[in-house]
């Protein structure tokens, strides 16, 4: 089992950043990818981007040169660093564990709202 724990979501004006992180525990030995998805009113879950154990990212056309994935093996931690936030962005956002065994666990969300 693994569990995943996302924060650092909150309110932010058009233009602005927000940190998210996503904190795992449990059997994360295992790790194959970490990814961030987000689901906005009314529509489906959608991948924003993910990095691999080996440190390799990639990212939704949607959020490139915008927002950044990154990891601290120390902390167990995912992070999500979006700049250049858009209205459009304003989702809840999850994140995701995947194993080599292709086990996969959803963290519970945390809510994103860009507006002025």
């Known amino acids: 089992q693994v569990q995943l724990v996302e924060s650092g979501g909150g309110l932010v004006q058009p233009g602005g950043s927000l940190r998210l992180s996503c904190a795992a525990s449990?059997?994360?030995?295992?790790?194959?990818?970490l990814e961030w998805y987000r689901q906005a009113p009314g529509k489906q879950r959608e991948l924003v981007g993910g990095?691999?154990?080996?440190?390799?990212?990639n990212y939704a056309d949607s959020v490139k040169g915008r927002f950044t994935i990154s990891r601290d093996n120390a902390k167990n931690t995912m992070y999500l660093q979006m700049n250049d936030l858009k209205p459009e962005d304003t989702a809840v956002y999850y994140c995701?564990?995947?194993?080599?065994?292709?086990?996969?666990?959803w963290g519970q969300g945390t809510q994103v709202t860009v507006s002025s």
């Open positions: 449990g059997s994360i030995f295992n790790m194959y990818s």
């Open positions: 995701r564990f995947w194993s080599r065994g292709w086990e996969n666990y």
């Open positions: 990095i691999t154990s080996g440190g390799s990212t």
